[in-house]
C-alpha cells in the first residue's frame, strides 16, 4: 500500500498546498503551517524526505478539505 506514496522533500508538497490555495501560517522551528481560507491548519515538516507516516497524514487531511482524491494530490507533488 505504501508504494503508492512517493518519498518527497518537504519543498514539493509547500509547492502542491500553494497550488490549491494554502498559504503559510506560520513557522517554528523546522514545522510550517499552511492554512487554507480559515479551515484548520495542515503543518508540514522541513525534512530532506517525508515520511511515508507524515506524508500519508498530510495527503488524508488536504482530500478531505479540498475534496480533491489521493491520486490527484500525490501527482501534484511527484
Known amino acids: 500500500m505504501s508504494g503508492k506514496y512517493p518519498v518527497v522533500p518537504w519543498e514539493r508538497i509547500t509547492k502542491a498546498l500553494e497550488k490549491l490555495g494554502y498559504e503559510k501560517a506560520s513557522q517554528k ?4 503551517k499552511y492554512r487554507i481560507k480559515g479551515k484548520s491548519i495542515i503543518i508540514v515538516p522541513r525534512h530532506k524526505r517525508i515520511s511515508i ?6 495527503v488524508h487531511e488536504v482530500t478531505a478539505k479540498t475534496g480533491l482524491s489521493e491520486k490527484e494530490f500525490i501527482d501534484l507533488i511527484k
Open 53 to 58: 507516516g507524515v506524508l500519508k497524514q498530510i
Open 29 to 32: 522551528g523546522s514545522h510550517m
